[in-house]
């Protein structure tokens, strides 16, 4: 093996790890506005519900992929769980757009109920498209909301 074929991998590991590591470090964006000014305390549950979110939708389609009922039904359960509490949260950006957001966590809890309803019925074809439906919800809020 030559030095030019161990320094390319060795170049490209290093280059991964000096991009990858300002975004490690920077952590959650610091909320500049409205109740949970800059206040990471007060914005703790509404994180610890998004990575629930996060869990469930892993889940979620694993058991759809999988055909695995029993964790769909999990899966399901826990993110309806999750949505419990959202009164309080607020968007991390347009913030001006409460309401919207607010609006998207009430659809949210619908599509999550016809979800239910769909994996109850055992119809693996009606979860797995109820499941796109509450993706839909997750990519609206985050691309208005989040990203």
Do not use: W
Not at 28 to 54: D, T
Not at 64 to 86: T, V
């Amino acid at each position: 093996m030559t030095i030019f074929n161990r320094a390319v991998p060795m170049f490209a590991f290093t280059g991964i790890l000096f991009f990858a590591a300002p975004a490690v470090c920077h952590g959650p964006a610091e909320h500049k506005e409205g109740p949970h000014a800059g206040s990471e305390e007060a914005m703790k549950p509404q994180h610890e519900r998004m990575a629930n979110f996060k869990e469930a939708a892993g889940m979620l389609s694993d058991a759809i992929i999988h055909n695995a009922p029993k964790l769909a039904q999990e899966g399901a359960e826990k993110l309806d769980r999750s949505l419990e509490g959202h009164e309080r949260d607020f968007p991390h950006k347009n913030r001006s757009h409460v309401k919207e957001f607010h609006r998207l966590y009430v659809e949210l809890g619908k599509r999550t109920g016809n979800l239910k309803a769909a994996i109850k019925a055992d119809d693996l074809p009606k979860s797995a498209v109820a499941y796109g439906r509450i993706l839909e919800i997750c990519a609206a809020c985050h691309r208005k909301f989040r990203d």
